[in-house]
């Protein structure tokens, strides 16, 4: 039958979009990745920043998902926390696959190469973003994904589980239409971005990432810290 895109949901569409695009990383942060030099050091350095901006623009962003400020505050707190990896490793997936005007793509990725990131990451890292670029994803889809992993009900410390998963549920049926009708030519599109589980062994992988550079002596911001609880 004919998959029909309702008034309600094309408001939640453009809502959606109109804050995804509206939230990015300020011009002086990623200037600076094409100007600092590189060293292990500095590129590490550098990551954080752009990691730290990353984080405040993805609060800015769910603060905007229709809905998301009606659910119980510490369960907000817990689904940004929860969700925060992720997001991230789609958003830079994301800015990474796109080829971005000024080359800031290679110097992103050469950066992430050299940041004292142990081989072992590497790999299933430039993986996922090689699978998410050949998805040729669009905005909205792209919106609408992070909106949805961001409200995961099984995440640590929700408590109202059901109003989380009423809301990510509105969100994959605007999604499932969205993929039908933006994809015609590939019915199993939908299933192809819910096989996007791979962001749960990221986040893993993403654990042991933050224990190899502490035990280097990295260090992180006071924002870094409290949303991927690093002492
Ligand atoms: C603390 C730091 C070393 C770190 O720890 N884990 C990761 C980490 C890593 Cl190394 C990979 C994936 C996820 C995380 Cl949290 C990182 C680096 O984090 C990021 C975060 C965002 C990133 C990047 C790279 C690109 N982006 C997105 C981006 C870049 C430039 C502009 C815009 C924009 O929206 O305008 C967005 C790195």
Known sequence: EKVEITKEQRALIKAILAAYDRHQIPQDVTKKLL??????EENFLLLTEVATSQVQVLVEFT???PGFLSLDREDQIALLKGSAV?????????VLSKKMP???TEVLEERI???GMSEEFMTPMFNFYKSIGELHMTQEEQALLTTITILTPDRPYVKSHEA????????LNVLRKLCVLQHPQEPQ???RLGRLTELRTLHHYHAEMLTSWKTND???TPLLCEIWDVQ
């Open 35 to 40: 100007q600092e030099q590189y060293s292990a």
């Open 63 to 65: 603060k905007n998902i």
């Open 86 to 94: 992720e997001a991230m490793f789609l958003r830079s997936a994301q």
């Open 102 to 104: 000024s080359g800031h």
């Open 113 to 115: 190469r050299k940041s």
């Open 164 to 171: 989380v998963e009423r809301l990510q549920e509105t969100m």
């Open 189 to 191: 599109y939908f299933a």
């Open 218 to 220: 990295h260090k992180f």
